[in-house]
């Protein structure tokens, strides 16, 4: 016997230290017995709690909630709850407890009393607050979605804007069907491409661009990025989405290309027949030698201008979808040739040599005109970012059904942070602008989109201060 009184005295003290708040409730609320812990919570003293009842301890606009659960345990119909609830400290300010209530019954069954056990929650409580203020006050829309692709969670930027790719309503699964274009603006989306379904696939992305909405006068763009929310021993417990209304950016960007193609469609008229006139003119036996020097200056500068206009329109053309290959078989060791012979012109007045290695023949079935703007365009960089004394060299070679071009400098090189801007439309690099070294910041945009629409690739290694290599690989057929 002995042996059990000391177990329940060490029972109470254990109860009498613990952090967690605990107090033994009798079956009208008043609190019977408390711990330290508890009063400590509420900033009442052990006797002052005592002569209290739970009801007036708490917050009355949680008190049907407990009230009712309390009434069911009365009631035989529960033997314990749990519930988080709001108390009043003495100081007037509110407590958060997560509170664990059991009946506890005599012999035959009566209800004797409750013990209630609060774990206080408050700084959890506020954090989570400070988090829901946040996601349902940003200007992005957030989704929540379970392992099994339902939606768990979102917030009120983007409830807001579900009515327009599903006016008929969400089911709330991913991967429903709605009025969700690419970024053509009239190609529907698959249900392998929503944006939801990928993340539900387990896929993670970043600015991922598409139209929702049927109306096209009131469609709005949206750039969606995904990531996947993992438990702690790495299992997936779903994917978090945030979208991000992009469609002012859209319609400039449109803008802007409609304007530049419409710009580049005006120039080229006069401008050939400036050129053609200028021909005439340089080849007039009765002009004097100086006027003749500053018909060529005129004529060179015409020919840059024009070859301006001619990236515009190529550039416009992409945009538009409308830049058409015409496959045919071509050599491209001639065409690395005759490109490297052209750039060799400009290379030798910078004393920049440039190297071919390549097979005596290579063919591939390409644009051929296409695939020569590519090397023309990297062979000029090549040339045009290489002090004097530098090297360029173009390397051609056979790689399974591709074939491979590289061409590398001595040159200044791309800093790390603009590898990758490199290639976008009117991106001048640092280095570029510094030197002054002229260009217009659409020469590697128009190789990309060439090789892109050949089905191949184009990368880049740099060393700043050291060159640059750029590799291009095409298929050797298409499809
Ligand atoms: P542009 O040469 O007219 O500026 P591009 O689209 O051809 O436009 O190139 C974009 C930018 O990439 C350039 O401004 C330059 O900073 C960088 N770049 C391109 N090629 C090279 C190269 N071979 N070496 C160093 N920098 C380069």
Redesign the pocket.
């Known amino acids: 016997m002995q042996g059990a009184s000391e177990s329940a005295d060490s029972w109470l003290l254990t109860l009498q230290h613990s952090p967690i708040g605990m107090a033994m409730v009798g079956l009208d609320g008043r609190l019977l017995m408390v711990n330290h812990a508890m009063s400590e919570m509420l900033g009442y003293d052990v006797e002052q709690l005592t002569q209290r009842g739970f009801q007036e301890l708490t917050h009355p606009d949680d008190l049907d909630a407990d009230l009712a659960l309390f009434e069911q345990a009365l009631a035989g119909e529960l033997d314990s709850y749990r519930l988080r609830k709001r108390y009043l400290h003495a100081a007037g300010h509110v407590v958060w407890g997560d509170l664990s209530v059991a009946l506890v019954r005599g012999h035959d069954g009566a209800p004797l009393h409750f013990i209630s056990q609060i774990l206080d929650v408050t700084a959890v409580e506020r954090e989570r607050q400070s988090l829901e203020a946040v996601f349902e006050t940003v200007g992005v829309g957030l989704l929540l979605i379970g392992r099994d692709g339902r939606y768990e969670r979102m917030n009120r930027r983007h409830q807001e804007t579900m009515h327009l790719p599903f006016p008929d309503g969400h089911e709330g699964t991913a991967g429903q069907l709605g009025h969700v274009y690419h970024p053509d603006g009239h190609t529907l989306m698959a249900r392998e491409e929503m944006p939801s379904y990928r993340a539900t696939q387990g896929e993670e992305f970043d600015d991922y661009t598409y139209w929702v909405g049927d109306d096209p006068l009131t469609r709005r763009a949206f750039s969606t990025s995904a990531r996947q929310v993992r438990g702690p021993s790495g299992e997936r417990l779903g994917a978090a989405l945030a979208y991000q209304e992009i469609t002012e950016l859209m319609r400039a960007m449109k803008v802007k290309d409609e304007f530049v193609s419409s710009v580049s469609h005006e120039l080229r008229t006069p401008l050939t027949s400036v050129l053609g006139y200028l021909e005439l003119l340089r080849d007039n036996a009765g002009l004097a030698d100086d006027v003749r020097a500053q018909v060529q200056v005129v004529q060179r500068n015409a020919l840059r201008l024009q070859a301006l206009v001619s990236d515009l329109l190529q550039v416009g053309q992409v945009s538009e979808g409308s830049l058409r290959l015409q496959h045919a078989d071509a050599d491209l060791a001639a065409l690395v040739h005759d490109a490297a012979a052209a750039a060799r012109a400009g290379a030798g007045t910078r004393g920049v040599t440039i190297a071919v290695e390549a097979p005596d023949r290579l063919v591939a079935q390409v644009d051929e005109q296409r695939v020569r703007q590519v090397l023309d ?1 990297l062979l000029s ?2 040339v ?2 290489t002090g004097g004394d530098g090297a360029v060299s173009v390397v051609l070679r056979e790689e399974a059904d591709a074939v491979l071009v590289e061409v590398s ?1 001595t ?4 800093p790390p942070d ?1 590898v990758d801007q ?1 290639f976008g439309r009117f ?3 640092a ?2 602008l510094d030197r002054h070294i002229p ?7 128009i190789v990309s989109s060439i090789v892109a629409a050949h089905g191949g690739e184009v990368s880049l290694e740099s060393e700043l201060g050291r060159g ?1 290599t750029f590799r291009v690989v095409l298929p050797r057929s298409p499809g």
Do not use: C, M, Q
């Open positions: 365009n960089n090549a045009k970012y400098d040159g200044i090189g791309i603009e490199v991106f001048r690099g280095g570029a260009g217009t910041g659409l020469g590697l945009d640059s």
